[in-house]
C-alpha cells in the first residue's frame, strides 16, 4: 500500500512539474506583444511598432459604435491606442495625411480618406469585449467610431500613408449600358456557381484614363471606396442576380466587394451604370450624370453615340436634357418639352 502511495504521489508530482514546466515554456514562447504594425510611407522613415508600444499611447476604452455593409448598427467593447497620439509623437499629425490605406495579412485592404481621417478618431484595438484579441483579429484591428464597419479592418499588419488623394473629378464619362450589352458579359466561376460578370481589366484598357494606381467606387447609396489598381484587376463586375452590378472576386475578401456598384473611376474617366443612377434619380439629367461623376466645368461638353454621330451641348443644356437607361438598348437621351431622342448614348466628355 505504502510503495502504491508514494508512486501515485510521485505521479501527481510528476504531472505538476509538467504543467508547470508547459506554463513556463509558453510564457517564453514570442509573445503577441513582439508582433509588429508597421507604418510606411512617411517622409522621416517607417515607425514599426509593437503591442506594447502601442499600448504605450494614449489610451482609449470604451463603446465603439458604426454600421456594418448593410447599414445596421454595430457596436463593441474596446481598448486602443489613438492613431493620432502615435504620429504625433513621431513628429506628424493625422490631420495632415492625404489618407492612409489598412491593409491585413488575410488579403483585406480599405483606404481611409483624407476627410475622414480629419474630422474622426482611428483606434488601433488591442482588446475587445475585454479580451486581448483572438486569432481572427490579432495582431492588430482598427476601429473608426461612427464610420462603416468596413473600415474595422481586422489582423491589420500595416498602415500605408499615402502621398495624395486620389483625384475625384473628371473629364470624361463613359455610359457602361450602351458600351457593353449582356452578350459582352463574360462567365465568371464564384465558389462553385457560375456568374455573368464584365472583364474588370478589359473595361480600363479599351477606354485608357491617364494613369494612377487607385480606382474610386461609388454604390448607390452613396457608399464610397478606394481601391488599388492591382486589386481592381483581380475582381470583375458581376451582372448576375441581386445587388448587380458588383465588384466581387474570388481571391479577395468578401469585406472588398461593393454591391450596387453606380460607377468606378480610373485615370481621369469616369463608368457609369446609368440605370442605377436613375434608381436613385428618377428624374436624371445630363447634368444630374455630370454632377454624380463630378465631370470637370467646361462651357460645352461632347456627347458621343454608339452609330459615330456626336452632339455638342453647353453647359447650361445640359439640365434639358432627360436620362433613360436599360440593359438591352443602352443610353438615351431626350430634351425635355421636345420631341427630341437619342439613343446608344456612349461618352460625354467637355
Known amino acids: 500500500m505504502k510503495k502504491k502511495t508514494i508512486l501515485l504521489l510521485l505521479a501527481v508530482l510528476f504531472t505538476i512539474a509538467f504543467v508547470l514546466g508547459g506554463c513556463g515554456a509558453a510564457a517564453q514562447a514570442p509573445a503577441a506583444s513582439q508582433e509588429k504594425i508597421t507604418v510606411t510611407g512617411l517622409e522621416k522613415g517607417d515607425i514599426s511598432l509593437t503591442l506594447d508600444d502601442i499600448k504605450a499611447a494614449k489610451t482609449f476604452a470604451g463603446k465603439v459604435e458604426g454600421a456594418d455593409s448593410s447599414g445596421k448598427p454595430v457596436n463593441y467593447d474596446i481598448k486602443g491606442a489613438y492613431f493620432g497620439d502615435i504620429l504625433e509623437k513621431n513628429g506628424y499629425k493625422q490631420q495632415d495625411l492625404a489618407g492612409i490605406r489598412i491593409v491585413s495579412t488575410d488579403g483585406y485592404s480599405i483606404q481611409v480618406s483624407q476627410e475622414i481621417l480629419a474630422a474622426r478618431d482611428v483606434i488601433l484595438a488591442y482588446e475587445m469585449d475585454g479580451k486581448p484579441l483572438d486569432k481572427d483579429n490579432a495582431p492588430m484591428r482598427i476601429f473608426i467610431p461612427n464610420e462603416r464597419a468596413m473600415y474595422w479592418a481586422r489582423m491589420v499588419s500595416k498602415i500605408e500613408v499615402l502621398a495624395a488623394a486620389a483625384a475625384d473629378t473628371v473629364n470624361g464619362i463613359f455610359l457602361m449600358e450602351s458600351l457593353y450589352k449582356s452578350s459582352d458579359y463574360e462567365d465568371y466561376e464564384f465558389i462553385g456557381q457560375k456568374y455573368k460578370a464584365l472583364n474588370t481589366k478589359n473595361i480600363?484598357?479599351?477606354?485608357?484614363?491617364?494613369?494612377?494606381?487607385?480606382?474610386?467606387?461609388?454604390?448607390?447609396?452613396?457608399?464610397?471606396?478606394?481601391?488599388?489598381?492591382?486589386?481592381?484587376?483581380?475582381?470583375?463586375?458581376?451582372?448576375?442576380?441581386?445587388?448587380?452590378?458588383?465588384?466581387?472576386?474570388?481571391?479577395?475578401?468578401?469585406?472588398?466587394?461593393?454591391?450596387?456598384?453606380?460607377?468606378?473611376?480610373?485615370?481621369?474617366?469616369?463608368?457609369?451604370?446609368?440605370?442605377?443612377?436613375?434608381?436613385?434619380?428618377?428624374?436624371?439629367?445630363?447634368?444630374?450624370?455630370?454632377d454624380a461623376c463630378k465631370l470637370a466645368q467646361a462651357e460645352s461638353y461632347t456627347l458621343k453615340f454608339q452609330d459615330g454621330s456626336s452632339k455638342s451641348l453647353t453647359a447650361d443644356e445640359m439640365k434639358d436634357w432627360a436620362v433613360s437607361a436599360n440593359a438591352d438598348t443602352g443610353v438615351g437621351i431626350g430634351k425635355s418639352g421636345t420631341e427630341e431622342k437619342y439613343s446608344g448614348l456612349n461618352s460625354i466628355t467637355k
Open 204 to 290: 480600363l484598357q479599351e477606354y485608357p484614363g491617364s494613369g494612377g494606381d487607385v480606382v474610386l467606387m461609388t454604390a448607390a447609396d452613396g457608399l464610397a471606396k478606394n481601391e488599388t489598381l492591382e486589386n481592381f484587376y483581380k475582381g470583375a463586375i458581376n451582372m448576375t442576380g441581386d445587388d448587380t452590378p458588383e465588384f466581387f472576386s474570388n481571391t479577395l475578401p468578401s469585406g472588398m466587394f461593393v454591391k450596387n456598384l453606380m460607377l468606378f473611376k480610373y485615370g481621369g474617366n469616369a463608368f457609369l451604370f446609368a440605370a442605377k443612377a436613375s434608381e436613385k434619380d428618377k428624374a436624371l439629367t445630363l447634368q444630374g450624370v455630370a
